[in-house]
């Protein structure tokens, strides 16, 4: 019999003691067994789910993609894109379980490292990405990469890091660092053109300047700021100009906005069957942007209401989970990384709703995607693991104005 394998002597932090070799394989399941009881169960409940959903809704959604990528002399199989999903959903789960078992400094130092990366590269993007449909957003890594995706979670991670400061230091302007940070990021976005994910990091921004303490009387002048800097776009920036002339306008027919509007209420409330939809063959984008369309006429309205609720549930969820927490930096990057899931999935399901100029965005964890399903999952492996939790420590009951104001009580 081959003997068990032992993990080396591990010193006492504080101590010149040693604890005794333990076998690995016990070591692996005292990990296991205290990640299970440290885990947010609903939450990873919650996002099962969604993911279950997204796997029907690219089968239901692949032939009419499929289809129109086909051509006389190449048919492409009708299942390519549902064949493909899978297996992304099966890296992203795995990526995203891996993360979770992460400890809140590892997740940080992840988080930080990730998205240093990702903005280095969101500079060479204008240089060497790839074009698709008139923007330059992707690089080629054997797969199509999107910095920005990545870079969102990264950014939630190094604002609220970078925020956190202020209770070593009261006086360090953490706002300023961080804003300054996000206008660099924004300034970026413009040039691929990409205002959609531009307002995304505007928003996360926004939530975590709040949580960390913005006097309400700048709360005005941000918004004054936001109106402007929109004018600005419109008047001086040609993506913004025709998506919002196109959206303001009505549009037509062919619009993908109005295709996916016509779509989404084709089937009524209970739909036309799986596989039964027609007028998702027309719809450009069924498999990605406008699958939350495809949903709605083969499964009906009511469907489309239960999504809606379970993405509304896990975003209550993550943030009921913050409510007790009693680390600033926790809070910060919980709810920096929630809103850039939630603000996602919300921002999706409006431009199908007809409610939103049209963007180019996902619906997280049911749209097909490479990359951008990887993100997702990293982004809810590090939340996963932000949020864990001993469930026998009591919590100090700290209110957040305390957090914000809390002085460093090192000598």
Not at 148 to 155: A, M
Not at 373 to 384: D, M, Q, R, Y
Request: glycine share 10%; aromatic share 10%; net charge positive.
């Amino acid at each position: 019999m081959t003997a068990p394998a032992y993990t080396s002597p591990t010193r006492v932090r504080g101590s010149g003691n040693y604890l005794p070799p333990v076998p690995v394989q016990k070591r692996w399941r005292d990990s296991i067994r205290i990640w299970w009881r440290e885990i947010d169960k609903m939450l990873l409940l919650l996002i099962g789910l969604l993911m279950a959903v997204g796997i029907v809704a690219v089968a239901a959604a692949s032939p009419a993609s499929a289809d129109q990528l086909s051509t006389a002399k190449e048919r492409v199989p009708d299942f390519m894109f549902f064949q493909r999903h899978i297996v992304f959903q099966l890296m992203g789960l795995t990526l995203m379980i891996g993360l979770s078992f992460l400890e809140r400094d590892q997740a940080r130092r992840l988080g930080i490292l990730v998205g240093a990366v990702m903005l280095a590269l969101l500079f060479v993007v204008p240089f060497i990405g790839e074009e698709k449909n008139g923007a330059r957003r992707w690089i080629n890594v054997g797969m199509s990469l999107q910095p920005s995706e990545f870079l969102k979670p990264g950014f939630a991670i190094i604002c609220a890091w970078i925020l956190s400061w202020r209770l070593r230091d009261p006086g360090l302007p953490v706002i300023a660092f961080v804003t300054g940070f996000f206008g660099l990021i924004a300034a970026l976005l413009m040039l691929q053109p990409n205002l959609g994910d531009a307002i995304l990091f505007g928003g996360i921004w926004l939530v975590m300047v709040l949580l960390a303490g913005l006097p309400w009387q700048r709360i005005a002048g941000v918004g004054v700021a936001g109106a402007l800097g929109l004018t600005l776009a419109y008047m001086f920036y040609d993506n913004a100009r025709h998506r919002i002339d196109g959206f303001l306008g009505g549009g037509t027919a062919f619009d993908q906005v109005d295709l996916a509007q016509r779509t989404i209420t084709a089937g009524g409330w209970t739909g036309t069957g799986l596989w039964l939809g027609i007028r998702k063959m027309n719809l450009p984008e069924a498999h990605t942007d406008y699958i939350f369309s495809v949903i709605g006429e083969e499964f009906g309205l009511i469907m489309c209401g239960m999504i809606v609720l379970l993405y509304c549930a896990l975003v209550l969820r993550a943030l009921m989970r913050l409510t007790g927490e009693d680390n600033l930096f926790a809070l910060l990057a919980g709810a920096g990384l929630i809103t850039q899931f939630g603000g996602q999935a919300f921002i999706n399901i409006l431009v199908n709703l007809k409610l939103f100029p049209s963007k180019g965005m996902t619906l997280p964890l049911i749209s097909y995607g490479g990359s951008s399903t990887l993100a997702v999952c990293f982004t809810l492996g590090l939340l996963l693991a932000i949020t864990r939790r001993n469930p026998f420590l009591a919590r100090e009951g700290t209110s957040l104005r305390d957090l914000i104001e809390r002085k460093d009580e090192r000598p």
